[in-house]
């Protein structure tokens, strides 16, 4: 149980594109989904959590106008990143808290690795 | 606020040597502590968790954290390193109560060498 799935996986886009990152908790509901940027060698930084039915709330210095977040239902969160340009080529990785809260253990999806180029 | 700090940025033991990896916690409030490891280009793996119940925790492929208050201290072993242990190793608190995001250390690379 507790499985975290993003799609896609990898993603190659030209500048000026945008690109859809979709995080689902597949057995469980989750209210409160995370949104995580990894650069080679670095650690995780939060960009936002992202809250079901309503809007998600920002880390200092993340655009949202540029990552656009969405949590429309306990199993669904997306991350649009809008304009994307080469720095924002990351690697992209989300977590879901369940509800039924087990010692607040987040739950991890693989990762997304955007490529912008 | 919380926050984690891990002391190395790299280690590097033989095969069948013991892992000690180190982590630092500041928080204000009764910590939950958190061990992932990564594999490249992978997500993250939970290895253990402390939640305010026994202090030694035991966790997945062998690996052990011991919390020590006094230290304000969450280090992660492991007696006898195999050359699957290779990985990036990440600790991070959060609060116990609430829907709060987890703060990362900046994470150890962990190399076994044969």
């Known amino acids: 149980g507790a499985v975290v799935s993003q799609h896609p996986s990898w993603v190659i886009c030209k500048s000026g594109t945008s690109v859809k990152i979709e995080c689902r908790s597949l057995d469980f509901q989750a209210t409160t989904m995370f949104w995580y940027r990894q650069f080679p060698k670095q650690s995780l930084m939060l960009m936002a959590t992202s809250n079901e039915g309503s809007k998600a709330t920002y880390e200092q210095g993340v655009e949202k106008d540029k990552f656009l977040i969405n949590h429309a239902s306990l199993t669904l969160s997306t991350l649009t990143v809008t304009s994307a340009h080469p720095e924002d080529s990351s690697f992209y990785i989300c977590?879901?808290?369940?509800?039924?809260?087990?010692?607040?253990?987040?739950?991890f999806g693989p990762g997304t690795r955007l490529t912008v180029l | 606020a919380q926050s984690v700090t891990q002391l190395g940025s790299h280690v590097s033991v033989s095969e069948g040597a013991l892992v000690l990896l180190r982590c630092n916690y500041s928080s204000s409030v009764p910590p939950y502590l958190f061990w992932y490891v990564q594999y490249p280009n992978q997500g993250l793996q939970l290895l253990l968790k402390?939640?305010?119940?026994?202090?030694l925790v035991k966790g997945i492929n062998g690996f052990e954290a011991e919390f020590k208050k006094s230290e304000t201290s969450f280090h992660l072993t492991k007696p006898s390193a195999h050359m699957s242990d290779a990985a990036e190793y990440f600790c991070a608190v959060t609060r116990n109560s609430g829907n709060t995001p987890l703060v990362f250390g900046k994470g150890t690379r962990l190399s076994v060498i044969a």
């Open positions: 402390y939640t305010s119940a026994a202090t």
């Open positions: 977590s879901a808290l369940d509800v039924g809260g087990r010692g607040n253990e987040q739950f």
